[in-house]
């Protein structure tokens, strides 16, 4: 399960009787953050504070299989919405 960050999917149109045709898409999105001031200047954290080189770490390692998970799931998302387009064109070229 992601912490961090997650996949926004959103299924292409592939039928001219639903509205203007159009590819499916992703986005990569923070999932949670945290506001911090630092020196007056204000970030937008994704991550809770860190005091060690450890809890750096493991941020990181959390951060890069939030990545790997994403990695998967627009593999998937997108091979099925391109399943999808194919049966789609395939079924308006037979009538």
């Known amino acids: 399960m992601s ?4 996949l926004l999917k959103i299924p292409g149109n592939y039928k001219v009787e639903k509205g203007p045709l159009d590819t ?13 001031k630092v020196d007056k200047i204000e970030f937008d954290t ?3 504070e ?11 390692d959390w951060l ?5 998970t994403i990695d998967k799931q ?4 997108f091979k099925n919405q391109d ?4 049966k789609t064109v395939h079924k308006s070229s037979r009538q």
Do not use: P
Not at 50 to 60: H, N, Q
Not at 74 to 77: G, H, I, P
């Open 74 to 77: 627009a593999a998937k998302f």
């Open 83 to 86: 399943e999808v387009r194919r």
């Open 3 to 6: 912490i961090y960050l997650q």
């Open 50 to 60: 860190c005091r060690t080189l450890k809890e750096v770490k493991e941020v990181v």
């Open 24 to 36: 499916a898409r992703a986005y990569i999105a923070i999932k949670c953050s945290s506001a911090v």
């Open 46 to 48: 994704i991550s809770g």
């Open 64 to 68: 890069i299989k939030d990545l790997r």
